[in-house]
């Protein structure tokens, strides 16, 4: 059982930057793709972003060069950089991992409790 927690969230305004932090229970990196989702109030998971075995990534269309993915040197640890941050990112943040690249939701297998991220106007 692989056990994912987020961390980072928070409030911060229009166009300012936060960066979070998802930690494994295992350094299991080279096994699953890792990927970050967002849910708003009243709104289905969406796909953010996600990071493969070789660290090749993909993102939404909506967070394409604003947000960055990527993996920590210690193998078990993953970021998600944002930047230039809009009020329409505000939503729970989740991190979350599956064996084949994916942006569906029920591709992923392991989830975080998710952080929220707020964003001011």
């Known amino acids: 059982q692989v056990q994912l927690e987020e961390s980072g969230g928070g409030l911060v305004q229009t166009g300012g930057s936060l960066r979070l932090s998802c930690a494994l229970s295992?350094?299991?990196?080279?096994?699953?793709?890792m990927g970050w989702f967002r849910q708003a109030p009243g709104k289905e998971r969406e796909f953010v972003a996600y990071i493969d075995w070789n660290s090749m990534t993909n993102y939404a269309d909506s967070v394409k060069g604003r947000f960055t993915i990527s993996r920590g040197n210690s193998r078990n640890t993953m970021y998600l950089q944002m930047g230039s941050l809009k009020p329409e990112d505000t939503a729970v943040y989740y991190c979350?991992?599956?064996?084949?690249?994916?942006?569906?939701?029920?591709?992923?297998?392991?989830w975080g409790q998710g952080t929220q991220v707020t964003i001011s106007s």
């Open positions: 295992q350094r299991t990196f080279g096994t699953y793709i």
């Open positions: 979350a991992a599956a064996t084949k690249p994916a942006i569906r939701p029920l591709d992923y297998i392991y």
